[in-house]
């Protein structure tokens, strides 16, 4: 971000909204446990940086995701929720929207189908 | 052309070539014995899926075995084996067009099937584990445990749709 130069191994990008910080993942899996740990590390740094935090995460890209990518979104979650941030979910595709019915999370995250109304879905 | 590659072998990996089964179908039997580290699963994940993707399995059915494929190994190095890289987990994968069947085994302490919480309840939701079983078993066709928690062995047809619900 900062000096507006993309680092091309990072995990995920980051674009501002007004004070959303919008997040997109760049890899198609969020799968194995090193890859989850470094995206968990650069959200946790996003939530610190902002107060109070206010995330959008694009799904757009992802086409599969593992339990313990659920946990670290669950962890994000609890997180921001303890800065009074929000956080919303988008653009998630049907196989993956799925894993989180199945799990029950989308009773959790609030998600939106696509970024305007995620977007506009975010309390002042 | 998959029957004439060379065997890479190292680190524990073995690959084993194709018998032509009964009904003429080649099945590809692949069997690994890995230490418990995230890298050596994750590259024999890669192997067992382009075997999957090889043996024309459709897009759900690759999801599906991929789900549980991760959740498995994860379960049986973190949660099985502790993370001890002394302990091994065993690996096999039987893959035709139209099925997998894959056997993991670890040299954990076991676990009671039915001791594992529901992670869907109102007090669960929001752990951060406790949810690769729920999905093993919604996605795979057939899940089995054995030994005490050791084994699992698990099937996956071959076919289009949604995941059964058991």
């Not at chain 1, 990008?13 to 997040?23: A, F, G, L, N, Y």
């Not at chain 1, 303890?82 to 989308?106: H, M, S």
């Not at chain 2, 954990?108 to 594992?116: L, Y």
Request: proline letters at 5%; one cysteine or more.
């Amino acid at each position: 971000m900062g000096n507006g130069m993309a680092d091309m191994t990072s995990p995920v990008s980051v674009t501002s909204q007004q004070d959303i910080r919008i997040v997109e993942f760049t890899n198609n899996k969020i799968l194995d446990e090193a890859n989850i740990a470094e995206i968990g590390q650069t959200l946790m740094a996003l939530v610190e940086e902002n107060n109070p935090p206010r995330l959008l995460l694009d799904f757009a890209n992802v086409d599969h995701l593992s339990s313990a990518a659920l946990g670290m979104l669950i962890n994000l979650n609890n997180k921001i929720k303890q800065k009074d941030g929000q956080l919303r979910l988008t653009n998630i595709k049907q196989q993956i929207y799925e894993v989180f019915v199945i799990t029950k999370l989308d009773r959790l995250f609030r998600i939106k189908p696509d970024r305007a109304e995620a977007l506009s879905s975010f309390e002042h | 052309m998959g029957m004439a590659r060379s065997n890479p072998r190292g680190r524990g990996e073995r690959r084993r070539t194709p018998a032509p089964n009964p009904t003429g179908q080649v099945k590809h039997k692949l069997r690994f014995a890995i230490g418990s580290d995230f890298a050596t699963s994750c590259r024999i994940q890669k192997q067992i899926m382009d075997e999957v993707i090889r043996q024309g399995f459709t897009g759900p059915s690759i999801f599906a075995v991929r789900l549980a494929l991760e959740e498995a190994l994860a379960n049986a190095i973190k949660h099985g084996n502790r993370l001890d890289r002394g302990k091994k987990v065993r690996v096999e994968a039987e893959v035709t067009p139209r099925q997998i069947r894959i056997v993991i085994e670890d040299e954990g302490g076991g676990f009671e099937r039915s001791s594992v919480p529901d992670p869907t309840t109102r007090a669960n939701l929001e752990k951060t584990g406790g949810r690769g079983i729920l999905l093993i078993e919604t996605y795979m066709d057939k899940v089995r445990w054995s030994r005490g928690g050791r084994r699992l062995e698990m099937i996956r047809r071959n076919a289009d749709g949604p995941p059964l619900r058991g």
